[in-house]
């Protein structure tokens, strides 16, 4: 009588759990349909370092690859806007992106500030010159990252705000580079470069975060999700100086879209 009895209840049991999943399923695709979804900002979200770049995208870089895209393909908004770009600035997002975030806009996503504070003329610096210089330009960017991005964060976050008031907007940040505590057996910068680089992303990620809090966006911190996958890692995310695509370097892997962007991502969309 008893093991029947468990038979019966495991057997309802189970049949309970999976009419929940598929309820579970069905909503959230019934929700993905209602989304009209445009993803804003720089490289980090156009994909730049992930390979399969779309030709139409030219010098912009948007790659299938990009944790945008990713998103996309698992969920089907109702419509999707990619227009994410390799060097953009808060000024270009302003003045070339902003125009595709609409009243009918729910969601958007977007990274930026890194080249507004000069992120490729310093790593520049440190990879050429001596750590003196390299300490220097980092300097100079965390001061610019304290005092002047703020106002053109908030100039871009106030654009997304009256374009589509009530859309989720979702603010990522940008990785801390390397694992210091390989950097002893690792070739190329000094300790001392790569902590004030990681000191440096740790800076501008803070500003970010201030700033989208005054517009009641969604901070999302992917820096965790890279952890154990930096520069030094054995299975490392992100790209370290890449001769033979030099834009690509200090850029995710397409496994670091898919392995921290993407999940980070789709937890707070």
Not at 27 to 40: C, E, I, K, P
Request: proline content about 3%; some cysteine; overall charge negative.
């Amino acid at each position: 009588m008893m093991p029947t009895l468990v038979r019966r209840c495991t057997t309802a049991l189970a049949a309970t759990g999976t009419a929940l999943a598929l309820t579970v399923a069905v909503g959230s695709a019934a929700h993905a349909a209602t989304v009209n979804y445009v993803a804003l900002g720089d490289s980090y979200s156009s994909g730049v370092g992930a390979g399969s770049y779309t030709s139409s995208s030219g010098s912009c870089d948007r790659s299938t690859n990009a944790y945008s895209q990713l998103w996309t393909n698992a969920n089907g908004p109702s419509s999707f806007t990619f227009v994410a770009c390799s060097g953009a600035t808060t000024s270009d997002v302003l003045s070339s992106q902003i125009a595709s975030v609409t009243s009918s806009t729910t969601l958007v996503s977007i990274t930026i500030g890194g080249n507004d504070v000069g992120f490729s003329s310093v790593m520049e610096t440190c990879v050429l010159d001596s750590t003196s210089s390299c300490v220097s330009a980092v300097n100079t960017a965390e001061s610019e990252a304290e005092n002047q991005l703020p106002a053109k964060l908030d100039a871009v976050y106030a654009a997304i705000k009256a374009a589509a008031p009530n859309a989720r907007v979702v603010v990522l940040d940008y990785p801390e580079l390397y694992d210091l505590s390989k950097s002893s057996s690792c070739i190329g910068l000094s300790t001392t470069d790569r902590t004030d680089l990681n000191q440096a992303a740790d800076i501008l990620d803070g500003v970010i975060q201030t700033e989208a809090a005054k517009y009641n966006d969604v901070f999302a911190d992917v820096r965790s999700a890279f952890s154990g996958h930096e520069i030094c890692d054995g299975s490392s995310w992100l790209h370290s100086v890449n001769i033979l695509d030099i834009d690509e370097s200090y850029h995710p892997t397409a496994s670091g879209q898919s392995g921290a962007y993407y999940p980070v991502f789709s937890s707070n969309a």
